[in-house]
């Protein structure tokens, strides 16, 4: 089973930055797709941001605004997060698929975690 941790999210206020942290733990995996999507209340929960091998796609309302990278070695994915607007608050989930050391392919999410931005 591959769990996803996640981290770095909190209060911060409109312009300013956050950087959230998902880090896959286990062995005997490949991560072949890692991702971040957000929901605020009362929505559905929609892609933030997705990267692949070098490459990456992002939803247009953060295009220019987040910045999604990844340590392979370490499992890891890395959402950079600059002006940021109340818009933005909402639980972020990270998402990483791949497959394991027998073939079976995998899907795994975060918990999520509460990103909230005061005007």
């Known amino acids: 089973q591959v769990r996803l941790v996640e981290s770095g999210g909190g209060l911060v206020q409109f312009g300013g930055s956050l950087r959230l942290s998902c880090a896959a733990s286990?062995?005997?995996?490949?991560?072949?797709?890692m991702g971040w999507y957000r929901q605020a209340p009362g929505k559905q929960r929609d892609l933030v941001a997705a990267?692949?091998?070098?490459?990456?796609r992002y939803a247009d309302s953060v295009k220019g605004r987040f910045t999604i990278s990844s340590d392979n070695a370490k499992n890891t994915v890395y959402l950079q997060m600059t002006s940021l607007k109340p818009e933005d608050t909402a639980v972020y989930y990270c998402?990483?698929?791949?497959?394991?050391?027998?073939?079976?392919?995998?899907?795994?999410w975060g918990q999520g975690t509460q990103v909230t931005v005061s005007s």
């Open positions: 990267i692949s091998g070098d490459y990456s």
């Open positions: 286990g062995s005997g995996f490949r991560v072949n797709t």
């Open positions: 998402t990483m698929g791949g497959v394991t050391r027998t073939g079976v392919g995998f899907d795994s």
